[in-house]
Every structure is written in structure tokens, then in C-alpha cells.
């Protein structure tokens, strides 16, 4: 194998998030079905984006990448974790536990990065809206988006790399629901100040910056608003950024809460919960934010269902 058996593991035991078998079956259905819902969801949005040519601007272009992003975090961890609330052993191979944390950097980078051009094109739309189809000119969207999905690639190569390579010493039981780089690093047996540096810069890259643009955004979009007089102007203004600005909150908020905040304070539990909210409960509740809070997206589901019943008639 090319590993030396003392140094290195074959593979990984997750200890999950509970061993009575009672509560392993409620939480399989529970998971189970904020999957299905994360798939249907987003899958939705993603058909009603392509079926529909009202929606073919900036904002829903970001809103089709964000939502396949959601897919694919989803799809990295959750079908693990329902297989292993059905099996006794919870193991998972060295190989394919750095493929999913690869995976789920990755995207998780790309969401935050993603959220961030999606600020700059709420702030383009409320600021400057006489300019906003000049401004956000399909290269421009594409070019966003690009970097957004890149800069997440560069940084999971990165970091996963880095946190694979670390011997464990024959370590290999991890008191989490899947491959988190907290987790990993913890069973390593060498000195890991350089790794917790690596986090530190990542989080700064991929989570405080985006974060504070889309603060600067957000403070600009705000000053505007309140300098318009008409209370409909106001809340027409507030209402397209109602449900971005509600995903920004949950995204940025538990995750500045988790790895901006000192080694020594972060425990188990907690990281487990936020790879939880980020894999299940977040995937699941952007499409219900998005269609709910927008009527353009409601509009567009109520215009393709009236096709749908044109056509079959």
C-alpha cells in the first residue's frame, strides 16, 4: 500500500451522533427527508430557472450555481450518513474520507464566495438600478462565478492536502458524523500549529472577506434605501434582498461563530452541528427562502404550470 500501517490508517471509524439503534432509525427518516426535499427543492429551482426566460438575469444565474452548489454538499455527506445510521460499524476508507472533505471545502468555499456576488448584484440593483444590465453584463456573471468555484477548488486542493498528509500514529476513530478537518487534524501526532495557521488564513479567504463585502453591500444598500421617501419605494427596495440576505445570515453566521474562534474553543459537538447545518438544514431551506420570499419566482412556477396544463390539453 505504500503506507506505513503505524503512521498512517486504511480507514476511519465515525462515531456518529448517537449508538442507540432507536434513535440511529428516527434520525435516518428525519435525514432522509430533508434530502429528498434538498433534491426536489433545488432541482425546482434549477428547472424553473432554464424553463423559464423571465428568470434569465444575474440574480437567478447566481441562484441556479448556488443551488446546485446545495446539491452537491448535500449529495457529498448525507447519503453516508443515512448508510451508517443503518450499519453497526461506521468506517469509511482513507481515500474516500479525503475525497469528501475535498468535496465538501470545496463547496462549502464556493457558497460563501457565491453569496458574495450575489450582494454585489443586490447592491448593483438597488444603487445604481439605471446601470444594473450594463453593469452586470453576462461576462461579468460568469466571470463572478468562475472565480467563485475556483477559488473554492484552490483552497479544498489546499487544505485537503494538507490535512491528509498528517500521520495519525494508527489513530483512526473520529468523534464526528463524517470527515471534517477539525476532526482529522485532532488525531494527528505531530505538531499541527501550521495546519491551524492554514484554517485561520483559509477561513480569512474563503469566509471573513466575502463576509465583509457583503457587509459593505448591504451598508450601502441600506443608506439608500432610507434616503427613498415612499413607504412602498422602501419596502419594494427591502423586499429584493429579503431572501438573500436571509441566507447570508444563517451561512456566515454559524460558520464565523465555528472557525474564526479559538482552537481551544471549538468542540466536538458543536463542529458536528454546524456540518449538520451546512449538509442538511441549509440546502434544504434555501429553495423554501427563494420561492417564498420572491415573487418572481413564485410567478415563474405559476407561468410554467399553466404551460404544463396548456400543452397537455
Known amino acids: 500500500m505504500g503506507?506505513?500501517?503505524?503512521?498512517?490508517?486504511?480507514?476511519?471509524?465515525?462515531?456518529g451522533l448517537s449508538s442507540d439503534r432507536g434513535t440511529q432509525a428516527g434520525l435516518f427518516v428525519l435525514f432522509a427527508a430533508a434530502y429528498l426535499l434538498t433534491l426536489l427543492g433545488n432541482g425546482l429551482i434549477l428547472l424553473l430557472i432554464w424553463l423559464d426566460v423571465q428568470l434569465h438575469l444575474p440574480m437567478y444565474f447566481f441562484l441556479c450555481n448556488l443551488s446546485l452548489v446545495d446539491i452537491c454538499y448535500a449529495s457529498s455527506g448525507v447519503p453516508q450518513m443515512l448508510v451508517h445510521f443503518l450499519?453497526?460499524?461506521k468506517t469509511i476508507s482513507f481515500a474516500r474520507c479525503g475525497t469528501q472533505l475535498f468535496f465538501s471545502l470545496a463547496l462549502g468555499g464556493t457558497e460563501f464566495l457565491l453569496l458574495a456576488a450575489m450582494a454585489y448584484d443586490r447592491y448593483v440593483a438597488v444603487c445604481d438600478p439605471l446601470c444594473y444590465i450594463a453593469v452586470m453584463s453576462p461576462r461579468l456573471?460568469?466571470?463572478?462565478?468562475?472565480?467563485?468555484?475556483?477559488?473554492?477548488?484552490?483552497?479544498?486542493?489546499m487544505e485537503t492536502a494538507l490535512t491528509m498528509h498528517l500521520p495519525t500514529c494508527g489513530h483512526n476513530v473520529l468523534n464526528h458524523v463524517a470527515c471534517e478537518t477539525l476532526a482529522l487534524i485532532r488525531l494527528a501526532c505531530v505538531d499541527i500549529t501550521f495546519n491551524q495557521g492554514v484554517i485561520v488564513a483559509s477561513s480569512?479567504?474563503?469566509?471573513?472577506?466575502?463576509?465583509?463585502?457583503?457587509?459593505l453591500s448591504y451598508t450601502h444598500i441600506v443608506a439608500v434605501v432610507l434616503r427613498i421617501r415612499s413607504t412602498h419605494g422602501r419596502r419594494k427596495a427591502f423586499?429584493?434582498?429579503?431572501?438573500?440576505?436571509?441566507?447570508v445570515s444563517m451561512s456566515y453566521g454559524?460558520?464565523?461563530f465555528t472557525y474564526m474562534q479559538p482552537r481551544s474553543m471549538a468542540s466536538a459537538e458543536q463542529e458536528k452541528l454546524v456540518?449538520?447545518?451546512?449538509?442538511?438544514?441549509?440546502?434544504?431551506?434555501?429553495?423554501?427562502?427563494?420561492?417564498l420570499q420572491n415573487k418572481d419566482v413564485k410567478a415563474a412556477l405559476s407561468r410554467v404550470l399553466i404551460r404544463s396544463c396548456a400543452l397537455k390539453q
Not at 480569512?204 to 457587509?215: A, Q, R, T
Not at 423586499?239 to 441566507?247: D, E, F, Q, R
Open 254 to 256: 454559524m460558520a464565523l
Open 87 to 89: 450499519l453497526e460499524k
Open 239 to 247: 423586499g429584493t434582498c429579503a431572501s438573500h440576505l436571509t441566507v
Open 141 to 157: 456573471c460568469v466571470a463572478l462565478t468562475a472565480v467563485s468555484w475556483l477559488v473554492g477548488l484552490a483552497n479544498s486542493a
Open 275 to 291: 456540518v449538520l447545518f451546512y449538509a442538511v438544514v441549509t440546502p434544504m431551506l434555501n429553495p423554501l427562502i427563494y420561492s
Open 204 to 215: 480569512v479567504v474563503v469566509l471573513l472577506v466575502p463576509c465583509c463585502l457583503v457587509s
Open 3 to 15: 503506507r506505513d500501517n503505524v503512521t498512517w490508517v486504511s480507514e476511519f471509524i465515525l462515531m
